[in-house]
Structures are given as structure tokens and as C-alpha cells.
């Protein structure tokens, strides 16, 4: 079996990563919704990137933050890809901000700039979203870490 990661970092604005292809999903809620059509357009946004790449592991940043309403939030994204996750049978992973940073930067306490810079001229890349950057980090930290190619 051929293994094939997306990478995300899960947030309002998510940045998704996996073989070459990467983006953000921008999942607030317009005015007249509920909070929740922001999980519904989550789970939509993971089965199209399912099929756009075949992946089957998905790994994912560390819910973290200061803020209780940020961290609630957070936890119900990564509650509902966790949930895609079971119910289609994708086994998934996840990794701290510190360890993304210390892998793309060599410092787990590096600024969101950095990152995106040290993306950019490790990969040739031209990214200007912190959110992407940190999935195509992420997406490299995982295919290295966990040695599937």
C-alpha cells in the first residue's frame, strides 16, 4: 500500500498540504449561519481534498492558544476531523507547533514569518499564508518522521 499524508493546520483560515499540492479553506461562518456551518464546511473541504489526493494519514498541528474562545473553537475542528478521521478509517497524527517550527526552522519558538521564509526557500516556493506554510512544513515533518515516502 502507497501512503499518502495531508497535512493541516487546523484553524478558521485551515492550510491543507499534502504531494505537492497546498491552499487555505477559509471556514468562518458568513453572517447568517451558525457556527456549525463551519465544521460542515470542514468535513465538505476534507472530502475534496481526499479525493484531490488520495490521501490516507492524515496529521494535523496541536490544538493550542491563550484564548478560551480560540481553543474552543480549535477543539471542535480537530474533534470533527478526528471524527472524518474514524469514520472513514484514515489513521492520523499530530504534531506540536514546536516541533513544525524546530523542523523547518531549527527553532521551535521561531516567529510565523520565519516559517513561512524558511518554507519558501526550502521548497521554492513563493507562500505568503502562515497557515499553508505551517501545513507544508508539516506535511514534510510527517513524510520524514514517519518514513512513508
Not at 456551518?37 to 490516507?56: G, P, Q, V, Y
Not at 480549535?74 to 474514524?86: I, N
Not at 526550502?122 to 515516502?149: F, M, P, Q, R, W
Amino acid at each position: 500500500m502507497e501512503y499518502k499524508i495531508l497535512a493541516l493546520d487546523i484553524a478558521t483560515v485551515t492550510g491543507w498540504a499534502s504531494n505537492g499540492f497546498s491552499g487555505i479553506w477559509n471556514l468562518k461562518p458568513a453572517r447568517d449561519e451558525s457556527a456549525g456551518f463551519a465544521l460542515l464546511r470542514l468535513i465538505s473541504k476534507l472530502k475534496e481534498a481526499i479525493d484531490l489526493t488520495n490521501a490516507n494519514i492524515i496529521v494535523f498541528e496541536r490544538p493550542a492558544g491563550r484564548h478560551k474562545s480560540s481553543i474552543i473553537s480549535q477543539a471542535e475542528k480537530h474533534g470533527t476531523v478526528k471524527l472524518f478521521c474514524e469514520e472513514n478509517n484514515i489513521p492520523y497524527r499530530a504534531y506540536s507547533a514546536k516541533e513544525i517550527k524546530k523542523f523547518i526552522t531549527n527553532n521551535g519558538n521561531a516567529s510565523k514569518q520565519a516559517v513561512i521564509d524558511a518554507v519558501n526557500k526550502k521548497y521554492n516556493l513563493s507562500i505568503t499564508n502562515d497557515n499553508e506554510a505551517d501545513a507544508i512544513a508539516l506535511y514534510h515533518l510527517a513524510v520524514e518522521d514517519l518514513k512513508l515516502g
